[in-house]
């Protein structure tokens, strides 16, 4: 056998290794549901475009915006999940444990190019596959936009290794054009991936110093790539979902402030991966108090280490680069929305994981040969225990009242984990639980515009109207373009009878977004109370030809039509309703909308054929 097919059978070995290791850790999550109650509803259920691969579907993909973020090709990836398993949430959580041991295997891939060393390669590759703060861009299937970005990133940078490292010809062109070509799926991922140039530059500087080739020239296609799609992706902020965010504690130097804790905290969750959350409550610091003095102290002298290890060896230094590279668009200076994450934390993984393979490799050259196996024990145990800790927070991912549970346990403080937690509790019919935390919720951030809607609407529900009335106009002074709360508002002026007012609220959400069914059907709805048959039939039939499948509308409609006179429309209507999973047995006997088709012979035989019991 050839050095060369030995080292290729112990790389496939490794691979294998880490395979499995992602099988074991994250297998269990393929048995999980969706987090309908935390995006996972607007980017899989509610998104119409997945629902198979067409022209109109993929001009959707590429052309629209989803909870303010533009992000084509994670839509690309659910229309294949959707094409293979309907809606079974097994296959996508699959597909995302999939990606995300490839990613673990590129970057394995990565880091034998750069050092061909066996034990770096495994260290730091398994170390980025299994740690636990990796769990919440596993878990949660609205963050694989942060799994398909790293891996074209990864692509795109390997393309670029060979592109430097080819001497010349086509195909150190091909594969310089293969890696922007990478570049640009990855941005088209999540703009996480914009940090590509700086890395590529701080690469040639690190790894290719001294070499007399072109450092920057090459990186403009780079920029301008991501020029162009970084100005697609910004209008994404000027949409109702979007919207812009200001500076966490109201300004610059309030959020500079706050942010060095959270950054030394970033890296306690590094080395002591415990009590992580879906959400954190960050404190907000106005001033250089004792913590911020202290964050700044600590993370000054990582700054001076950093450099020191720098100048001792510039291609290990690099890795520290990376990291902080990676962490840059999360560091609030631009601010976004979430001020603290784990999922923040997937990009400089790979910077800290090539630290820890490199770190394993300095102890094994500094030990005698007879004590290698012992010191191979030796890391087999923190991987051990990291793959156990990762294990048990993927448990967490189960469903939604497992997730947000954990999290009001974990950060009780948070009005985010209490609105969430809450709209899990009103999805299921608790509405006291959902009452309490929505209450608990609005006493820590009385402003929290979901709080403010979901607890209108549960007031509106107890027939608590003023009460609610109260908080959702509260909500419209707060955010006046909030479409579903025009549309609660609507609700409200319903219960209280007031037509002319609910239609109002209505046709004004509408007004702000014309594609959203929800509000058509609210339109149908009040015209069917109203009793005019013509225009509520044609409100649900928009909603029908844009969503076919919704047993409410099939339901709705065969209401409509037996108020109307027309028993055979009427009763294909319910067959639909029934087919589609309508199991409310006792409405069809109460409902007086059906008075009129309840004693023909074909309503009782479709009653005995989907409800035989």
Known sequence: MTIRASVYRRQLFDMALLIILAAVVFGRIIGYDFQVNWDDNWFILYNDSIRGFSLEHLKTAFSSYIVGSYVPLLTLS???????????????????????????????????RLYADRLLCLVGSALFLIHPVQVESVAWLSDRKTLLAMMFFLLGWEGYCRYRSATAGKARWWAYAASLAFFALALLSKSIAVIMPGVLLLFDFCFYHGERRVRLLDKIPYVAVAGGIAA??????????????????????????????????????????????????????????????AAALLLGVLLIVSVLLY???????????????????????????????????????????????????????????????????????????????????AAVWHDSLTLWSDAVAKEPNSDKAW???????????????????????FRLNPLNTEILQGLGDLYTEADELDNGYDLLNKLLTIKPTYVTGWASLGNNYMKRGNYDEAEKAYLHAHDLQPEAMQVVALLGDLERVRGHLDQSRAYYLQVEAKQGGNFDVAYHLACVEAMAGNTQASLEWL??????????????????????????????????RYFPQ
């Open 419 to 441: 609105e969430v937690l809450a709209g899990v509790y009103s999805a299921a019919g608790n509405t006291i639980a959902a009452r309490r935390c929505y209450e608990r919720g």
């Open 232 to 293: 697609v992706t910004m209008i994404g902020f000027s949409t109702p979902e979007g919207g812009s965010v200001p500076y966490h504690g109201g300004t610059f130097l309030a959020t500079f402030f706050s942010m060095l804790p959270v950054f030394c905290r970033y890296l306690g969750m590094l080395v002591w991966p415990a009590n992580l959350s879906a959400v954190y409550t960050p404190t907000i610091h106005h001033s250089l108090d004792g913590t911020v003095a």
């Open 78 to 112: 659910f229309m294949l999940d959707h094409a293979l398993w309907g809606y079974n949430p097994g296959g996508f959580h699959a597909t995302s444990i999939l990606i995300h041991t490839v990613n673990a295997l590129l970057i394995y891939r990565l880091f034998y």
């Open 311 to 393: 100048r001792r060896e510039r291609r290990l230094g690099f890795w520290v680069l990376f990291s902080v590279v990676a962490i840059f668009p999360v560091s609030q200076l631009i601010p976004i929305l979430t001020m603290m994450a784990d999922r923040y934390l997937y990009f400089p993984m790979v910077g800290v994981s090539a630290l820890a393979g490199s770190g394993a490799v300095w102890l094994r050259d500094r030990i005698g040969a007879s004590l290698h196996k012992a010191l191979y024990g030796l890391l087999l145990l923190p991987f051990v225990a990291l793959s156990i800790a990762s294990f048990q927070r």
């Open 575 to 608: 067959d639909k309703a029934f087919q589609r999973g309508f199991n409310d047995y006792s409405k069809l006997y109460e409902d007086p909308q059906l008075l009129s088709v309840r004693d023909n012979s074909r309503f009782r035989e479709l009653v005995s």
